[in-house]
């Protein structure tokens, strides 16, 4: 995901929505459980603003909903030959390097970032059904940092994912609050979206 920061990181970055952010505020609290219950039931997806947990960077919390059961999502999400995630306009080149046990090593290249190999080391948790993501390579992809974790917990007949990830890189001010393409709400918005609408063309292949 975070080959899409770059290209805005030289004239701006990239990503957010195009107009006004669904939901995006400084950092989470308790008043804001209801929020995002509402707007995953509508499956909108919900954007918060984090505090980093180092000295510099950002951070994103992004909820939202996919019509899918938790066990069929979770194939999907952990399906790392899956090359249907090249259908992502923003991924240009996916495969995976290696396995060890429940960590997973893959190579990606995007289209803001030509010819630049993101390497990414995931860590399948299971009986969580959890993901934890972090960047071998940041300094070769223009980042001081990447790193965050995805989580599924199951609502009724579908899944609700919840996608923390926190990163640094030059611009990442800009990127994180420019509200239009090119921007952080735009590329998350599009990020859910995309796996949205994905799960319900491909969730036959994962129910069998």
């Known amino acids: 995901m975070l080959k899409v920061i770059f290209r805005f990181g030289l004239y701006a970055i990239l990503l957010v929505f195009l107009g006004k952010p669904n939901a995006v505020s400084s950092e989470i609290t308790e008043s804001e459980t209801d929020i995002q219950t509402q707007s995953v039931a509508s499956s909108k997806p919900l954007i918060f603003k984090l505090r980093p947990e180092r000295k510099d960077g950002r951070g994103y919390k992004l909820v939202y909903l996919v019509d899918a059961p938790l066990e069929v999502f979770w194939k999907f999400k952990t399906d790392f030959h899956n090359q249907i995630l090249l259908s992502n306009k923003f991924i240009t080149a996916h495969r995976v390097v290696s396995r060890d046990r429940n960590q997973v090593v893959t190579e990606g290249e995007y289209s803001n970032r030509p010819k630049t190999i993101f390497k990414w080391q995931t860590t399948v948790l299971p009986d969580r059904h959890r993901l934890k993501f972090v960047l071998l390579n940041p300094e070769e992809c223009g980042q001081k940092y990447h ?26 001010s800009i990127w994180v609050s420019y509200p239009f393409y090119g921007g952080m709400t735009y590329f998350l918005n599009y990020t859910a979206n995309w796996e949205q609408q994905t799960i319900l063309k491909v969730k036959h292949k994962y129910e069998k």
Request: zero cysteines; aromatic letters at 20%; charged letters at 15%.
């Open 147 to 172: 790193y965050g974790s995805i989580q599924l917990e199951p609502l009724g007949s579908r899944t609700r994912v919840t996608q923390i990830a926190y990163f640094d890189f030059f611009g990442v």
